[in-house]
């Protein structure tokens, strides 16, 4: 009886582990996405080293957080663990920004509405 309880919680703790690495892998990639848009946008790309992580905690990671300099709003995003870099930009470059971020979610949208027609037509005579 034991042994089935060992065994369960080594299942346990394997999935757990699987689902924590698939959450990791899953805001990676988000943060290569978000990258790549606001480098598109014209937000500057700041490399950071390790020593400097620990100092970009003013900055949330994987958020866009907005901040007055000089009286301007200027816009930071923080990626401590895929590029360790830091992306900054002004108000020009967070319109831009918002706008392609806009354009990327209507196209995902168009992409699922054509693959729900698809799925709905694949079945043919059968439905």
Not at 20 to 43: E, H, P
Not at 53 to 76: C, F, H, K, L, M
Not at 103 to 122: I, K, N, P
């Amino acid at each position: 009886m034991e042994r089935r309880s060992v065994t369960s919680v080594v299942g346990l703790a394997i999935s757990a582990i699987g689902c924590l690495a698939g959450c990791a892998t899953i805001r990676v990639a988000q943060a290569r996405s978000t990258g790549a848009l606001l480098a598109a946008a014209g937000f500057e790309k700041q490399c950071i080293d390790a020593a400097a992580i620990e100092r970009v905690d003013v900055t949330p990671p994987y958020r866009v957080v907005s901040r007055t300099r000089n009286g301007a709003p200027q816009y930071s995003y923080a990626d401590p663990e895929g590029c360790r870099c830091v992306y900054i930009g002004g108000a020009k470059e967070y319109a831009q920004y918002q706008r392609l971020a806009a354009e990327r979610r209507l196209d995902e949208e168009r992409w699922q509405a054509a693959g729900d027609v698809w799925d709905r037509d694949s079945w043919g005579p059968w439905h």
